[in-house]
């Protein structure tokens, strides 16, 4: 009875607790990460699109006898080309350097969950068998054979219990301590494929600069803008009404 009679004190680990609560707040973490590395794809793929759409909606404002410009073409040549590079190779990039590591680190945690589960398992077995010694011990019972019994029980549920417990109280640290190695290579991945996309959308913009006009001071532009909707308002068009 040596062996189980302080259970009580060892089968509540506050040490295990507080790593657990931090393992924990690592999944959380790992999950928004994960769902957010997935957004920003998502999102580039969106914005890429939509300049197309752009592009090709400016087309439809010409037609045969105002045909678009050789800057229109160009500008939709060019949002295309970006659009095709980014989902083959900024996309292709992003995908096998972030969201695939990434993938796989928040993967690694219904592990955890498990082996957290059969230590929470191992700790109630254990709790049953010192509820028996106890009751063995409180009304004792004719079979003397009863109470050891129940004790190497106890004993074998106790060593299989820390053992568990111990084992996951010493590796949930390293497995937390573990994200920075890991999780840099990706952190560095993401700025370098934004700065990729960045330079090549900037270089690709930039070869039409020279078929557009200057740009204008926004009160020019403003000033352009109102004396083309005045003279709208001077059609015969409008007085209709």
Sequence with gaps: MAKT??????????????????????????????????????????????????????????????????????????????????RDEVDASYRTSVLEPIGRYYAYFPEINEAIRRRNKKYLEYDHAKSKVRKLVERPSQDSSKLPQAEHEANVARDMYEAMNAQLTSELPKVIDSRVAYLDPSFEAVVKSQLSFAQDASNTLEGLRQFFPPEPQGYELAEQADGILQQMRELTICGLA
């Design 5 to 86: 009679g302080n259970m009580g004190d060892r089968s509540t680990d506050r040490e295990f607790e507080e790593e657990e609560k931090r393992a924990r707040q690592l999944e959380s973490k790992a999950e928004k990460l994960h769902k957010e590395a997935n957004g920003y794809a998502k999102s580039l793929r969106e914005m890429m699109a939509a300049q197309v759409r752009i592009a090709n909606t400016l087309e439809l404002l010409y037609d045969e006898s105002t045909p678009i410009g050789p800057e229109g073409q160009r500008y939709k040549d060019a949002v295309t080309k970006m659009e095709s590079q980014a």
